[in-house]
């Protein structure tokens, strides 16, 4: 594995999610055109998908290192949750949404490529590493995809054509996304303790990691108290997300996150 592979991958999942998106946008709904940009999606997502796991033969490790690697697995799981919802609501507008999300993070890694470094320092070998950071790639994309359509909400609010439905979708997405964001502090905490032992040690990255499922705690029980609310939530959503991306890569940039033991994700 190396830059030109990747550059392939990058570069045929973009023309496969173009060509999809434009023969389902101009198809008018035939159903021989509409089942060919199905495929082409899926065959993009599925690209990527067949990418991460070749990578890990070739690492001789999970790709869930670096910050690049990360956000390979990103760009996998919101693409491919994108298309599940697609599928399963019919809702075409979350497709370029997604998509471009995941074409963003696909651009990042092409331009700072980190991804093929097959070192894992000790601290990663820890049976609580993989489970920890699947958990937290995962639920960081459903949040992501949440803050889409919290996006779009807002836009259609302003528009006066909101749908009801958005912000059932969102509860559902966060509510399933939460507990992933949960399992990833726990199994945070337990490998902090079998690497470094203590459980908690209000490490930048930790005390990041505990506001922003804290945002997302907020936002649940808002909407549990608040059910007609519709502004408010839709603005929590969007701002926890920021939050996220903070903890995920702002961190890394503070001076005070140098010490950090998480400073290994570089």
């Known amino acids: 594995m190396d830059i030109f592979s990747f550059s392939i991958l990058v570069y045929g999942t973009i023309s496969l999610w173009l060509t999809g998106l434009l023969i389902l946008f101009f198809s008018k709904k035939n159903i021989f055109f509409t089942?060919?940009?199905?495929?082409?999606?899926?065959?993009?997502?599925?690209?990527?998908?067949?990418?991460i796991i070749s990578l890990w033969f070739y690492l001789k490790r999970p790709p869930i290192r670096t910050l690049g690697?990360?956000?390979?697995?990103?760009?996998?799981?919101i693409s491919t949750i994108g298309l599940i919802i697609y599928f399963r609501?019919?809702?075409?507008?979350?497709?370029?949404?997604?998509?471009?999300?995941?074409?963003?993070?696909?651009?990042?890694?092409?331009?700072?490529p980190e991804i093929f470094d097959q070192t894992l320092m000790p601290a990663?070998?820890?049976?609580?590493?993989?489970?920890?950071?699947?958990?937290?790639?995962?639920?960081?994309a459903l949040l992501g995809i949440a803050m889409l359509i919290s996006v779009w909400a807002?836009?259609?609010?302003?528009?006066?054509?909101f749908d009801n439905n958005y912000l059932k979708i969102c509860?559902?997405?966060v509510y399933f996304a939460f507990s992933f964001l949960t399992l990833g502090l726990l199994f945070g905490a337990l490998w902090a303790k079998n690497a470094w032992g203590s459980y908690w040690t209000w490490d930048p990255k930790e005390t990041w990691a505990f506001i922003t499922w804290m945002g997302y705690l907020l936002y649940i029980h808002y909407r549990n108290y608040h059910k007609n609310a519709i502004k408010i939530p839709l603005l929590i959503?969007?701002?926890?997300?920021?939050?996220?991306?903070?903890?995920?890569?702002?961190i890394n940039y503070l001076a005070s996150a140098q010490n950090s033991v998480h400073v290994y994700s570089n």
């Open 35 to 51: 089942k060919t940009s199905s495929i082409l999606l899926v065959i993009g997502a599925a690209l990527i998908g067949f990418y």
């Open 69 to 77: 690697e990360t956000r390979l697995w990103y760009s996998f799981f």
């Open 89 to 112: 609501w019919k809702y075409i507008w979350i497709l370029p949404l997604t998509l471009a999300f995941s074409i963003l993070f696909l651009l990042l890694d092409f331009l700072k």
């Open 124 to 140: 990663l070998q820890s049976p609580w590493f993989i489970p920890h950071v699947i958990a937290y790639i995962l639920a960081y």
């Open 154 to 161: 807002l836009i259609m609010f302003n528009k006066n054509k």
């Open 171 to 173: 509860d559902n997405i």
């Open 237 to 250: 959503l969007s701002t926890s997300f920021i939050i996220l991306l903070l903890c995920w890569f702002g």
